[in-house]
């Protein structure tokens, strides 16, 4: 059975998603105003006056600016070597990417796990559950970790079949849409769930759930890029070796037009989510003759499938690239604060070579 995985709805587009400013605000505190009583009679009868309350203080303001990339996280505890496997592997993939770690949520893990063994259990892979049917415990990705304790703010799941441990990840953020999720700067946590089991139309499903904790104030605020990335999250990375020729079994199709099969290795730039990227032009070429490949380019304003954030941008080549071939990349664009207007000019280049077939 062929590798394949699916990407579900950002929660930050449904209905489940909540904004920081209600979960994290705060109020003002009133300070208490003390008063002196008096009472008239003999000295021996004045009582000594009540001591002033001390003002309560005011509340921490709220965190206005993501954390520090996480360069550091607790080990995992809990995990067999299969999902040891596939957390150790994003995590080198997010460092190498110049993004933060992401750590362990025990509490998304058991929403993941459960979503893992549901899907073999109903011979169904997808990420949406269905009341009443065995072992369900919520429609989507959100509804379940909210069930398991953890209140997610943004993020995503990710789910492949017939794959497991570091090769599942690595199935993972080869597609254009689930690497989109992989390479957010702003998730601080993961839950991993894998199952072993197998059905007709299922075989042993990894799911990763990434998001930040609606419960936190600080680490809910999410995590900027490492600083010597320059704001700027690329994949393949510079002088990568033995990257897959073809983009994978991805659903949904990234191209409806085209055969997805047919589809090579995307290229693509992460931005900060309150920016929005844009691009002159993005080529990829063949090193050694110099000849462009054709490519989709694929942002959130032409996606046919609705998933990919405004901080997101790929070039998805239209056949598989050759193997043992050594590519170039030449990005010019900018990317635009959203907040303030201020825009910025990118402009990057870069090679990878692909592996030998």
């Known amino acids: ?36 009583v008096a009472c008239g ?34 080990t995992p505890v809990g995990y067999d070597a299969d999902r040891l496997a596939a957390f150790n592997r994003l995590n080198e993939i997010r460092l190498s990417a110049g993004l933060g770690m992401l750590a362990q949520s025990t509490l998304m893990d058991q929403a993941a796990q459960a979503h893992a063994a549901w899907m073999v259990a109903n011979d169904s892979f997808t990420h ?10 919520g429609v989507n990705w959100a509804e379940r970790d909210e069930a398991s304790g953890y209140v997610p703010v943004e ?18 953020v080869n597609g254009v849409y689930h690497r989109a999720g992989i390479l957010a700067f702003e998730p601080v946590d993961v839950g ?23 419960t936190d104030a600080i680490r809910g605020r999410g995590q900027s ?13 510079d002088g990568a070796r033995d990257v897959p020729v073809r ?30 990227i844009s691009s002159l032009s993005f080529v990829i070429a063949n090193r050694a003759t110099g000849v462009a490949v054709p490519a989709q380019l694929l942002t959130n304003r032409n996606d046919p499938n609705h ?22 990349v030449a990005f010019s664009g900018s990317a635009l604060e959203r907040l303030s207007d201020a825009s910025e000019r990118i402009n990057r280049s870069w090679s990878f070579t692909t592996a030998a077939q």
Do not use: H
């Open 1 to 36: 059975m062929d590798s394949f995985a699916e990407l579900g709805s950002p929660v930050r587009d449904t209905a489940r998603c909540r904004s920081l400013g209600a979960l994290f605000s705060l109020a003002a505190a009133s300070a208490l105003a003390g008063a002196l």
């Open 225 to 237: 890029a490492q600083a010597s990335i320059g704001g700027l999250a690329i994949w393949p990375l």
């Open 155 to 172: 993020g995503d799941e990710l789910i492949a079949s017939a794959s497991q441990g570091a090769a599942g990840v690595d199935l993972l």
């Open 128 to 137: 949406d559950e269905v009341a009443g049917t065995v072992d369900f415990t």
């Open 192 to 214: 991993i769930g894998w199952s072993a089991g197998i059905s007709t139309n299922v075989s042993t499903p990894l799911v990763l759930d990434l998001a930040r904790p609606g």
């Open 307 to 328: 998933l990919l954030p405004e901080s997101f941008i790929a070039a998805i080549p239209l056949t598989t690239l050759a193997p043992g071939t050594t590519y170039t």
């Open 41 to 74: 009679g003999g000295d021996d009868d004045v009582p000594a006056p009540l001591p002033t309350p001390a003002p309560s203080p005011a509340p921490a303001p709220a965190p206005a600016a993501p954390i520090a990339a996480q360069l550091a996280v607790p």
């Open 247 to 276: 983009l994978g079994l991805e659903i949904p199709n990234p191209v409806p037009g085209e055969d997805v099969l047919s589809l090579g290795t995307p290229v693509s730039i992460t931005v900060d989510e309150g920016k929005t």
